[in-house]
């Protein structure tokens, strides 16, 4: 399977998608509906999963989907499809950014394939399994920062489960003592891609489902950084929990997420 030639189409599919949705967002058309407390989805996220796992179903036939919206729900025997169709939907809702669309290709639980489309910005992040992460077609890297000290975190605060907020905030009170500053911009996603990107340094949050995270992984990965979950290993696909850092920092940071989450 040639993962550059599967992520080439991928980044056509999602970003025709995304034109799409931004098009019609600009004509008004939008229909919020709740799925749950501080839990938004609109017509514009099932249409978007709608169209990207029909384009989806051409590129790999063979494989099921992992889909946020349930659009379909089959899974395939060895590849899946990841689907955030709108990942941010409180800050699309709001007409604030960033919000993308977010595509992983998982061989068995391995992410191969990773693409997130930032839809404000237009920024098309890219990853496949050894070629490298890219953004708008050129090669990008993890940040240098090399302590906590000297790092610019991103996380996102829980709206919905409440469950670990206060272990949560613990390990929050302590990082804001020691790095440069703390942002949440409301997209895991987004949070990810910017991780591979430079632009921050180190990222965690509880409560992540596939789809948040998927191409995210890849792309911090093929970037030189570090993931893992809040115990230092790797169930951080499906156990709802992620730390992903540029890989130099990495112990220092791990550790004291660690030390409060896991209380």
Same mark, same amino acid.
């Given at each position: ?5 599967? *992520? ?13 949705i931004?098009?019609l ?20 996220d ?8 029909d ?37 699309f809702?709001?007409?604030?950014a960033?919000? *993308? ?13 990773g ?5 404000v ?25 090399p ?26 009170d302590?990082?804001?003592q020691?790095?440069h500053a703390?942002?949440?911009?409301g ?16 990222f ?12 995210? *992984?890849?792309?911090v ?10 115990r230092g290993g ?16 990495h ?10 989450m896991?209380?």
């Amino acid at each position: 399977m040639n993962y550059k030639e599967i *992520c080439n189409s991928v980044e056509l599919l999602a970003r025709t998608v995304g034109d799409k949705i931004q098009q019609l967002r600009a004509e008004g058309q939008l229909v919020v509906e709740a799925k749950g407390h501080n839990d938004f989805v609109t017509q514009m996220d099932k249409l978007s999963e709608r169209m990207l796992v029909d384009g989806l179903a051409k590129i790999v036939p063979e494989a099921g989907f992992i889909a946020e919206e349930s659009t379909r729900t089959d899974r395939g025997a060895v590849y899946n499809w990841i689907v955030d169709p709108i990942d941010g939907t409180t800050n699309f809702i709001h007409g604030v950014a960033p919000y *993308c669309i977010s595509i992983g290709l998982a061989e068995s639980e391995t992410i191969v394939v990773g693409v997130i489309y930032e839809l404000v910005h237009r920024e098309m992040f890219t990853a496949w399994k050894d070629g490298g992460a890219y953004l708008n077609g050129t090669r990008i890297h993890v940040s240098e920062a090399p302590t906590v000290s000297q790092s610019l975190l991103i996380t996102g605060f829980p709206v919905y489960d409440l469950s670990r907020a206060k272990e949560f905030l613990g390990a929050l009170d302590e990082l804001m003592q020691k790095v440069h500053a703390v942002r949440s911009i409301g997209s895991a996603a987004a949070d990810m891609a910017f991780v591979a990107a430079g632009r921050y340094d180190a990222f965690f949050e509880y409560n992540l489902k596939p789809y948040d995270v998927a191409a995210g *992984c890849i792309l911090v990965s093929e970037a030189g950084g570090k993931i893992c979950d809040f115990r230092g290993g790797n169930d951080y696909l499906f156990g709802k929990e992620i730390i992903a850092t540029n890989s130099k920092n990495h112990c220092e940071f791990a550790e004291i997420v660690a030390r409060h989450m896991n209380k």
